[in-house]
C-alpha cells in the first residue's frame, strides 16, 4: 500500500484539486481514497484489472461522494437563508445567516403586534396604510409601533453585535 501511495498519490491528488478547485479538500480526498483502498483491499481482484484502475476508481466514488456533500451544504446553507414568508432564497455568508436569526428571534420578542406589523412591512412591503388596512388598526398606532420597534430592535441588535 505504501508503493501505492508513493506511485498514485500525484495522480489522485491531482484528480481531486481539479474536480473540486479546493486544496483542503483535494488532501482530504486523497487521504480517504488510500484510506479506502487499505479497508477494502481484499476486494481487489488482480484479474478484473490494474491497482491504477482500482486506485482511480475509488478516486471517482470519493469526488463524487465530496461534491454530492458539498451540494448538500450548500443546498442546505441556502435554504435556511430563505425568506420564510417568500420561499426567496439568496447567497448569503454565514455572518448574514445569523444576523436574520437574531433579528427573527428578535421580532418574536417584541411581541404582538409589533412583531406583525414589522414583518408586514418590511418582508412584505407593505405601507403603513396597508398594515392598518390588513391589521384593522389605526393607522397612528402602526407608525408608533414601528417607530417604538424600531428604537427597541436597535437597542437591543447593538448590544448583541457588540458582544459578538
Not at 443546498?75 to 432564497?89: D, I, K
Amino acid at each position: 500500500m505504501a508503493a501505492a501511495y508513493r506511485s498514485f498519490s500525484p495522480l489522485v491528488h491531482t484528480i481531486a484539486l481539479r474536480s473540486t478547485g479546493d486544496r483542503a479538500a483535494a488532501a482530504d480526498i486523497t487521504q480517504d481514497v488510500f484510506v479506502r483502498a487499505w479497508r477494502f483491499r481484499s476486494s481487489f481482484d488482480p484479474e478484473s484489472g490494474t491497482v491504477p484502475g482500482w486506485i482511480l476508481g475509488i478516486c471517482r466514488n470519493v469526488v463524487l461522494d465530496s461534491l454530492s456533500a458539498k451540494g448538500r451544504q450548500q443546498r442546505l446553507v441556502m435554504h435556511s437563508a430563505a425568506t420564510p414568508e417568500t420561499g426567496v432564497t439568496r447567497d448569503h455568508g454565514v455572518d448574514t445567516i445569523t444576523d436574520r436569526v437574531v433579528l427573527g428571534s428578535e421580532l418574536e420578542l417584541l411581541g404582538e403586534p409589533q412583531s406583525s406589523i414589522l414583518k408586514l412591512a418590511f418582508y412584505e412591503d407593505l405601507t403603513h396604510q396597508q398594515i392598518s388596512a390588513r391589521l384593522n388598526l389605526p393607522l397612528g398606532t402602526v407608525k408608533s409601533h414601528i417607530r417604538r420597534s424600531l428604537v427597541h430592535l436597535r437597542q437591543r441588535l447593538g448590544e448583541w453585535n457588540a458582544a459578538s
